[in-house]
Each structure stands twice: as structure tokens, then as C-alpha cells.
T-cell receptor, first 117, second 113 residues
Framework: GAVVSQHPSWVICKSGTSVKIECRSL??????MFWYRQFPKQSLMLMAT?????????EQGVEKDKFLINHASLTLSTLTVTSAHPEDSSFYIC?????????????FGPGTRLTVT | GESVGLHLPTLSVQEGDNSIINCAYS??????FIWYKQESGKGPQFIID?????DKRQGQRVTVLLNKTVKHLSLQIAATQPGDSAVYFC????????????FGKGTKLSVKP
């Protein structure tokens, strides 16, 4: 149980276009989902926290108009990178918290590799 | 290319030896700590956790030690196997947060057969 999926697993897009990444909790309801970004040989950096039915909370330095997050249901959150540029190329990882578990427990997705050319 | 300061610390051990991976955390108010394993191109995988009211917790082949005095966390892996090769991250959760995780820098573990 407690599986989180991401789609797509990798994507290549041209500079200036937008890309949507989906994060799904497959066998549990996720009241909260988190989005992280990871550059090569670096750690995971939290971008935003998304609660079902409400606006996402963005970390300092993360542009909310560039990284649009929608958490429309208890099993789906989406991250849209708008007007992507090469510096947005990164590994994007989501995690989800089961409403039935402790506040600290998160399950991570497999990540999405974004390359902007 | 790589930039100075972005090299992950690397620990290289012989198969069968014990491994100790260390982590310094930042927030003295953090009350929950987790170790994750990340293989190349994959998401983090939970290994073991510990609450701030404990100083040691054991799992299968893994032990986590917490020293709150010096804000230090360690992960011990017994009888390290080639399948343990990965990058290991510690993460902390500041008390009172929504459970947001703050990840440490990571250590790359290489196991030589």
C-alpha cells in the first residue's frame, strides 16, 4: 500500500512552453501533497505544500505564477511549469500524506525528469 | 558541468562491513527525523525514523542514533550489501509545521563487492 505515482516519468520540452506533471496517490487519500525539486548531486528542496481544495503554500523564492499547483482531489495534485526555461530543468518529486496517518508520514513518488531545451 | 561545493560526500565500504553515515541537522526545534535512501533516477525511499524523545532506534540491519546536544544524526548499516549503494539523506521536521521535511545534503554510499 501507500503508492504514489507521477506522470510523466520524464519529459523534454522547448523553452517557453508549459509542462504539467501529475502526482497521484493510488491507494490512499492524501490531504496534503508536497512538491520538491532536486538538481543533480543536490538535495531535495521543498517548493510548495498543497492541501486538497485550497491554495498551495509556496516556499520562499519559489515563484507561484511560474509553478502552478492544483490539488483538486484527495488523490491528485498537478504541478505546471509555465514558460519553462533551461534553468527549470530538474528532477521534480512529489510526496503525499495519508489523512489517516501521523502528520509526519509522507510517501514519495518516483520523480519526473524535466529537460528544457 | 559541476560547480565547486556541489560534490556529494562519498562513503566507500567493502561488502560485509558496517557503514556509518552522519548528518548534522539545523533546527533545534525539530522533533522528528527520517533517513531516506535514493537510488539514481528514483524518489526517496523511507528507511527508518526517530522522534526527538529517543536517542536510538533499530530496524532490520539499520540503526539510527540521535544526539540532540550537538544536533547530530547517524545511520548505521550492518553488513553492507551492494544493493545498499545509493545516496542517503537525513530529513528533519520542525515542530509545529505541517510535517514539512527539510532534507540534509546527502551522502553517497558505494559498496565494493
Amino acid at each position: 500500500g501507500a503508492v504514489v505515482s507521477q506522470h510523466p516519468s520524464w519529459v523534454i520540452c522547448k523553452s517557453g512552453t508549459s509542462v504539467k506533471i501529475e502526482c497521484r496517490s493510488l491507494d490512499f487519500q492524501a490531504t496534503t501533497m508536497f512538491w520538491y525539486r532536486q538538481f543533480p548531486k543536490q538535495s531535495l528542496m521543498l517548493m510548495a505544500t498543497s492541501n486538497e481544495g485550497s491554495k498551495a503554500t509556496y516556499e520562499q523564492g519559489v515563484e507561484k505564477d511560474k509553478f502552478l499547483i492544483n490539488h483538486a482531489s484527495l488523490t491528485l495534485s498537478t504541478l505546471t511549469v509555465t514558460s519553462a526555461h533551461p534553468e527549470d530543468s530538474s528532477f521534480y518529486i512529489c510526496s503525499a500524506r495519508d489523512r489517516g496517518l501521523a502528520i509526519y508520514e509522507q510517501y514519495f513518488g518516483p520523480g519526473t525528469r524535466l529537460t528544457v531545451t | 558541468g559541476e560547480s565547486v561545493g556541489l560534490h556529494l560526500p562519498t562513503l566507500s565500504v567493502q561488502e560485509g562491513d558496517n557503514s556509518i553515515i552522519n548528518c548534522a541537522y539545523s533546527n533545534s526545534a525539530s522533533d522528528y527525523f527520517i533517513w531516506y535512501k535514493q537510488e539514481s533516477g528514483k524518489g526517496p525511499q523511507f528507511i527508518i525514523d526517530i522522534r526527538s524523545n529517543m536517542d536510538k532506534r533499530q530496524g532490520q540491519r539499520v540503526t539510527v542514533l540521535l544526539n540532540k546536544t550537538v544536533k547530530h544524526l547517524s545511520l548505521q548499516i550492518a553488513a553492507t550489501q551492494p544493493g545498499d549503494s545509493a545516496v542517503y539523506f537525513c530529513a528533519e521536521t520542525p515542530g509545529g509545521s505541517q510535517g514539512n521535511l527539510i532534507f540534509g545534503k546527502g551522502t553517497k554510499l558505494s559498496v565494493k563487492p
